[in-house]
């Protein structure tokens, strides 16, 4: 009987956020892997792993409600139509839904806390610090926010 490989979920909005999770490329070739971001006016394609869009979000824009809640559903589809066991995901806002639905369903949440922050945290690592079954950081001064995190240096 063959082992079924791993299943992870690399999740990240685009920009900054995109660019640290493509630093992960080596993992990402090593297990069966998939990538969420968000669909913006620039598409980059990491060649041989299938990725999936979400809409791109601002928590200060009036349509918040409406496009948070188009990607819970999407979320909820990719979920169950790929049934990952882990995301890695460097954030933020329109990847929170696809972060809870795995802890939801018992599934390992791994986060990578942005390297921009070296003395504040992130809204959604504020909010994922909790449910996070590995919590990484980029700076060791941001061990004073997140006491239980993992300190590793930089993924650049």
């Given at each position: 009987m063959e082992k079924r490989r791993l299943k992870v979920c690399f999740a990240a909005s685009s920009g900054g956020h995109y660019?640290?999770?493509l630093?992960?490329?080596?993992?990402?070739?090593?297990?069966?892997?998939?990538i969420i971001t968000e669909?913006?006016?620039y598409a980059i394609d990491v060649?041989?792993?299938?990725t999936y869009y979400m809409i791109q979000t601002n928590r200060k824009e009036k349509t918040l409600f409406f496009k948070m809640t188009?990607?819970?559903m999407a979320s909820f589809s990719i979920y169950f139509k790929e049934r990952p066991d882990v995301v890695i995901c460097t954030g933020v806002l329109a990847m929170i839904p696809i972060c809870l639905i795995c802890k939801l369903f018992g599934k390992k949440l791994v986060?990578?806390?942005s390297?921009?922050?070296v003395t504040s945290a992130t809204e959604s690592g504020?909010?994922?610090?909790?449910f996070a079954d590995q919590f990484y950081v980029q700076w060791e001064s941001m061990l004073k926010i997140y006491p239980k995190a993992i300190y590793l240096g930089g993924i650049y």
């Open positions: 660019e640290q999770l630093m992960l490329k080596p993992l990402m070739e090593k297990y069966d892997s998939f669909k913006t006016s060649e041989g792993v299938k188009s990607n819970i986060y990578i806390e390297f921009a922050k504020k909010l994922l610090y909790k």
